[in-house]
């Protein structure tokens, strides 16, 4: 995972959170411009993050840390709060490397396996007492908006699953939206990056911003597309899928997802 030393005035952060950050190496760990993450080294470790109140509440995603995490699947949550116009969420570590570690890479075909296999099994679990049971509502909401209003970004996904326009993928998520079903626990943004294993053992999911009842076809989607994106090549593919089990796979429906995920 990236981190970058910082030289922080502990000043800067809420009261509560000055005594974890004094006098211990502060690194940022980031991977969006929305949020702002930092890795305090103490203690084996902890994170903290934040983010403007506007961009939206950690709240919902503190809860479903809290709920992964009694499963035994993510960080523990220590606390969450709003002061002022941000909102700050401090989680602890979880054991390991996450999935673009050198060691996984390099075994790509055992990589891939597993990647199917904890997929699986998180898609196997059962939804109830989750805390985004409307998950995908929110999704495909969020997926028109962005058309409504222009916001039409293929540049993560620069085949476009053969969409030449905002408009061709648009008529693709109308026609096939009615067959995604709310029926299965999520990730929401299953990338090698949010998994960590701790020697080939999983050791926990982080950033679960994204999490709820949705379609499986989501993670499987993203779960695709990061193998291609991290091995930069999409000979694994197939494998994945195989190893997932092809008779949970349809690719159609993964096809409608992409239609989704331009508009995201």
């Not at 597993?114 to 995908?136: F, M, N, Q, S, T």
């Not at 949010?194 to 020697?199: S, Y």
């Not at 291609?228 to 195989?242: K, M, S, V």
């Amino acid at each position: 995972m990236k981190r970058t030393l910082l030289s922080i005035d502990t000043n800067d952060f809420p009261t509560e959170y000055r005594p974890l950050l004094s006098g211990v190496a502060v690194y940022d760990s980031s991977c969006s411009r929305q949020a702002r993450v930092y890795y305090i080294d103490r203690d084996g470790g902890y994170y903290l993050k934040t983010q403007p109140v506007a961009v939206g509440s950690l709240r919902l995603e503190a809860e479903k840390g809290r709920f992964f995490h009694e499963k035994g699947l993510g960080a523990e949550v220590l606390s969450y709060a709003t002061v002022g116009e941000a909102d700050w969420l401090l989680t602890r570590r979880v054991v390991g490397e996450d999935c673009t570690h050198a060691e996984y890479l390099s075994q790509p075909e055992r990589l891939v396996d597993l990647w199917a296999e904890i997929l699986r099994g998180l898609h196997d679990l059962p939804v109830k007492g989750c805390p985004a049971p409307d998950y995908l509502d929110k999704y495909l909401a969020l997926a028109e908006r962005n058309f409504r209003t222009g916001n039409y970004d293929k540049s993560q996904f620069p085949d476009s699953f053969g969409y030449a326009s905002a408009e061709e993928a648009w008529g693709v998520l109308s026609e096939g939206k009615h067959l995604l079903k709310a029926d299965t626990l999520i990730h929401g943004d299953y990338c090698l990056p949010n998994v960590l294993l701790d020697g080939w053992r999983f050791s926990g999911f982080i950033d679960l911003g994204n999490s709820g009842v949705a379609d499986r076809h989501i993670d499987l989607f993203w779960g695709a597309w990061t193998l291609g994106f991290n091995l930069h090549t999409d000979a694994y593919r197939d494998r994945f899928f195989d190893a997932y089990g092809r008779d949970r796979v349809d690719e159609d429906l993964i096809r409608v997802v992409a239609a989704a995920e331009v508009f995201g």
